[in-house]
């Protein structure tokens, strides 16, 4: 029904009519008894809520009904199916979020993985991509190779070798080959035999370190050589440097300093 008009009007002295009065009452009488509609409700007439009953029927509201969630009591439960667009707030105001069918997004603040399971490790594999690393064998390690490749599960390489210098020889770089592998230490020990010429050290190929005793001095050290063997006085000594961490070994510098003389017979244990 539209806005109730009155159908007929009376003025002073004139005579009642009695069906024109009956349907003045019976127009409103109608409206009253149950047919009150919104346009006959005042848009300021703030009804109380206690007066209005409880919506139970499905489909009464629409998601566009609603324009806040905030103030939605713990105690109504869980929405068990949830759209969220456009939404803002606090992370502490999202509790959980079920109905899913496809997980979100890297962008979306999620991780594009539908499983995981213990000892799964996640890594961004692209711009924007998460992937996942399943869980390696027990006793190997994670191993990085740098930026723009994936990070793997790897074992702790070493090698344990030995090879001889006669220091005599003028300066000259060997490759030293048969690890396996690329090295990122060398650890070095090493003597010429019946003297108490000896030497102990380790290098990385950008620092090196390295403890020697000579035929005439105590001990002493080098901090840019990872070998040393002097025969005689200071002025004849042999030492060496890696100069390269190689994909099979290393590549060693021996450089010579006056007329040393002997073998040096080093032992070797490369990691990588």
């Known amino acids: 029904m539209s806005l109730i008009s009155k159908t007929f009007t009376f003025t002073a002295g004139a005579t009642i009519i009695a069906s024109e009065h009956n349907t ?7 409206e009253i008894n149950g047919n009150i509609d919104n346009a006959n409700i005042k848009a300021s007439a703030a009804i109380v809520d206690s007066k209005l009953a409880q919506i139970t029927t499905a489909g009464k509201i629409t998601g566009d009904a609603f324009t806040s969630l905030a103030n939605i009591p713990s105690s109504a439960g869980l929405v068990p199916a949830i759209n969220v667009q456009g939404g803002s707030g606090t992370n502490s105001t999202i509790k959980q979020i079920t109905g899913l069918t496809t997980p979100l997004s890297e962008t979306q603040g999620g991780t594009g993985q539908t499983t995981i399971t213990q000892g799964d490790l996640l890594y961004g594999s692209a711009s924007n991509v998460i992937s996942k690393l399943a869980a390696g064998t027990s006793g190997r ?6 930026a723009g490749a994936n990070p793997t599960w790897s074992n702790l390489s070493y090698k344990a070798n030995s090879f001889t210098r006669d220091i005599s020889l003028t300066d000259s770089s060997v490759s030293i080959t048969g690890t396996g592998f690329q090295p990122t230490l ?9 003297s108490k010429v000896a030497s102990w050290g380790f290098d990385t190929a950008s620092s090196q370190f390295c403890i020697f005793s000579g035929s005439d001095t105590n001990f002493s050290f080098y901090n840019t050589r990872s070998c040393n063997f002097r025969s005689g006085s200071s002025s004849n000594e042999t030492n060496g440097a890696i100069t390269s961490m190689d994909s099979d070994g290393f590549t060693i510098l021996f450089t010579k300093t006056g007329s040393p003389t002997g073998t040096a017979d080093l032992k070797y244990a490369a990691f990588g």
């Open 24 to 30: 003045n009452f019976d127009t409103l009488y109608s």
């Open 141 to 146: 390690f994670l191993k990085t190779l740098g």
């Open 186 to 194: 060398v650890v070095f020990i090493g003597c010429i035999g019946n």
